[in-house]
């Protein structure tokens, strides 16, 4: 994407109202490698998500990941949710337990 791009892609998005699914997991240990290959396997279904703008994923520990989706809407995640799940399913192996998700509006941005 080009520069360009990229500006008219913040602008586009200000004054936007987006609204976040925030999903905090723990990794069974030892198998953090073939988690992530499973993700980026199915990367790419995320794109079958209605509203689904972005999404993130950062590891903040070891064993510990938190994702991080930004939808459009609270009702296009909400009937995202049996989608999502279905896409989601092949993760539950590499689970310690099940996730904790919450769900909330952006209040407030920073781009550089």
Same mark, same amino acid.
């Given at each position: 994407? &080009? =520069?360009?791009?990229?500006?008219?892609?913040?602008?586009?998005?200000?004054?936007?109202?987006?609204?976040? +699914? /925030?999903? =905090?997991?723990?990794?069974?240990? *030892?198998?953090?490698?073939?988690?992530?290959?499973?993700?980026?396997?199915? +990367?790419?279904?995320?794109?079958?998500?209605?509203?689904?703008? +972005? &999404? +993130? /994923?950062?590891? %903040?520990?070891?064993?510990?990941?938190? *994702? %991080?989706?930004?939808?459009?809407?609270?009702? /296009?995640?909400?009937? &995202?949710?049996?989608?999502?799940?279905?896409?989601?399913?092949?993760?539950?192996? !590499? /689970?310690?337990?099940?996730? &904790?998700?919450? =769900? *909330?509006?952006?209040?407030?941005? !920073?781009?550089?």
């Amino acid at each position: 994407m &080009s =520069h360009e791009q990229q500006i008219i892609d913040k602008i586009s998005n200000l004054g936007m109202l987006m609204y976040y +699914r /925030l999903t =905090h997991a723990t990794i069974k240990s *030892g198998t953090y490698d073939e988690a992530m290959a499973t993700m980026k396997s199915i +990367r790419d279904k995320f794109s079958e998500i209605n509203g689904l703008l +972005r &999404s +993130r /994923l950062v590891r %903040i520990s070891e064993n510990e990941i938190m *994702g %991080i989706a930004v939808y459009e809407s609270q009702e /296009l995640l909400e009937a &995202s949710q049996t989608k999502f799940n279905e896409i989601m399913s092949s993760m539950g192996p !590499y /689970l310690a337990g099940p996730p &904790s998700i919450s =769900h *909330g509006e952006q209040v407030m941005a !920073y781009d550089a």
